[in-house]
């Protein structure tokens, strides 16, 4: 006779035979069963988790560095709701997390029971595909189990989205104290899985020769042709920037890549300031744009797009979630994009005179002399901080003005760089870092600020080993990218209620961890402790860096104007 334990067993085993070998375990009763099968699969490590918010980010962490099926596993309840954030993240950034949650059985769903919610497509709006395993197993079920959570957990690789797998359990649901179970470890080949369809209605046929022939036919019409690439946020690899590389020295074509694409060879920069909104460089407007990758980070850039409309914009991307964030879109090319470059290479088409343009304008933009001219604040301590981070290291940038910072400063090109800019919330960026750096080889640094930094301090409340951690946290008492912004900068409920003004400091929190702390408040203590803060120690460091949030929306607008003035100089 087949027992309750064997049947879950086999979720664990399917996920391992579908690429899966991490699983995040937070604590509870009713996923006992599941923590038991993940557990003792001799081929998946498990890592415990308290915080099923933050365990969910660090999922994601590790699911975007290792580009593997991450399994996430929790109790029934509110428990359960703690994921969507982290859920959410991995929907727009394209990550495939397993979504494995215990359940109640159907009859005790809103009869006070306790932990017992609505958990059926409790996730619906930001997953694939959801399923609930039987709750009254039958000796013949064990295949059908196993061949429904095969089919999802494929389909969630294939399509690199999260998906839910949903368990009710009735009693009595532990499993006998000596039980065991032999697991299957032939990895299993993935079938082709059904690519979802485009919600966008276009004019344009999605097949790859049709969508060449149009770029050649506008580029025939044009005397100068105007054809610019944008790199959104991604997880690609060298063969994708090698076929880009070629594009743009061949022909000679403008690249334009986000801070977190990763692709480090664009010859444009200082691109968010050559459109700021006081720039009248329609001159630079796209006849057609081609993009690939996530979110563009840049408001200026969206904003002049949006008002600069090309005549033709094509997003090539394989699988997963497509946006229009510039309003657009007039195709969706669903192949891998070196496939479409390597074809673009083949047309006769060039845009050598918008790639002069576009980097003539992106060289105007002196940053150190602007930067020397500005007293010390936030701003400059970044870019002191940008300045000093080591080669070959990992960052992670939290949302608000750290991700900004690298956007302004930019990075070496042999550092990573990641951020949560799917939905841009600052619930998990310390978490996500910790994931990251679990599977990490190099020093990984996470920069953030006070209020992104302080929310998930439970990241580090767990058992999991982190080496050469580098924590830079901002602290202006507040949230100071709401200084800086037009809007709530000139409120009244600023303090009290926009802001969230405090008064804390990370010093006794790096105590309570066993961190090393650093704390600085001027430019020259800044100067002098970074090359001790960055060195090669193994353990786990933090450096706080004070600044004055009103102070700094102020220098930071002025530095805005010196950028201009030395540009137009």
């Known amino acids: ?63 975007q560095q290792s580009k593997k099926p991450v399994a996430i596993i929790c109790t029934s309840g509110t428990a359960v709701l703690n994921f969507y954030p982290a859920i959410c993240e991995a929907f727009y950034q394209n990550i495939p997390l397993i979504v494995i949650t215990a359940d109640r059985p159907p009859e005790l769903i809103d009869q006070w029971d306790g932990q017992a919610i609505r958990q059926e497509d409790i996730f619906k709006n930001h997953i694939l595909k959801q399923i609930s395993i039987p709750h009254q197993l039958q000796e013949s079920s064990l295949a059908t189990i ?66 060449l022939s149009h770029i050649e036919a506008l580029s025939l019409r044009k005397n100068a042709f105007k054809l610019l690439l944008l790199v959104g946020a991604n997880h690609y690899g060298e063969s994708v920037w090698e076929a880009i590389r070629n594009l743009q020295e061949t022909k000679k074509i403008p690249v334009i890549a986000d801070i977190i694409s990763n692709y480090k060879h664009s010859e444009i920069h200082n691109y968010d300031f050559v459109i700021d909104a006081k720039n009248n460089r329609t001159d630079l407007a ?122 302004i400063f930019g990075v070496h090109k042999s550092i990573q760089v990641n951020a949560n800019r799917g939905t841009s919330g600052i619930d998990g960026c310390s978490s996500t870092a910790v994931g990251a750096a679990t599977i990490k080889d190099s020093r990984t640094i996470l920069i953030s600020g006070d209020l992104a930094f302080f929310y998930d301090s439970n990241a580090f409340w767990n058992s999991i080993s982190l080496n050469q951690f580098r924590i830079i946290v901002f602290n202006n008492g507040g949230g100071g990218i709401f200084r800086i912004i037009d809007g709530p900068s000139k409120l009244g409920e600023l303090n009290s209620l926009i802001e969230q003004s405090h008064q804390r400091n990370a010093k006794h929190f790096a105590a309570d961890f066993n961190l090393q ?53």
Request: charge should be negative; glycine fraction near 4%; proline fraction near 7%.
């Open 1 to 63: 006779m087949q027992s309750l334990q064997q049947h879950i067993n086999a979720i664990a085993e399917q996920f391992y035979r579908l690429g899966g070998d991490t699983a995040i375990i937070c604590p509870g009763s009713r996923d006992v069963p599941l923590i038991v099968a993940f557990s003792r699969h001799p081929k998946i490590k498990c890592i415990p988790v308290v915080d099923e918010r933050s365990a969910a980010f660090i999922a994601l962490g590790i699911a």
């Open 146 to 211: 196993k061949a429904s959570v095969a089919d999802i957990i494929s389909l969630g690789v294939k399509q690199s989205l999260p998906v839910h797998i949903n368990v009710p359990f009735c009693e009595p649901f532990y499993p006998s104290e000596n039980e065991t179970y032999e697991y299957n470890l032939t990895p299993i080949s993935h079938p082709e899985a059904q690519v979802l369809p485009v919600h966008f209605s276009t004019s344009n046929s999605s097949d790859l020769s049709s969508i």
């Open 517 to 569: 702390y650093f704390g600085v408040n001027r430019e020259e203590e800044l100067i002098e402790c970074l090359s001790a803060f960055f060195d090669d120690a193994p353990q786990t460091k933090i450096l706080e860096v004070f600044s004055n949030s009103e102070n700094n929306a102020k220098i930071y607008h002025q530095f805005k104007s010196l950028i201009r003035e030395n540009a137009s100089a």
């Open 286 to 407: 796209p006849d057609l744009i081609i993009s690939i990758g996530g979110p563009i980070l840049s408001k200026n850039l969206k904003q002049f797009i949006r008002n600069n409309p090309p005549k033709m914009h094509v997003h090539v991307q394989a699988i997963g979630h497509v946006g229009n964030p510039f309003g657009s879109l007039t195709s969706v090319l669903r192949c891998e994009p070196e496939l479409f470059f390597n074809a673009l290479l083949g047309n006769e088409i060039s845009s050598d005179a918008y790639k002069n343009a576009w980097e003539s304008a992106s060289i105007k933009f002196n940053m150190s002399n602007s930067i020397a001219a500005i007293p010390y604040c936030e701003l400059k301590a970044a870019y002191h901080i940008f300045k000093a981070l080591p080669t070959e290291s990992h960052l992670q940038l939290s949302n608000s003005m750290p991700v900004r910072y690298g956007l």
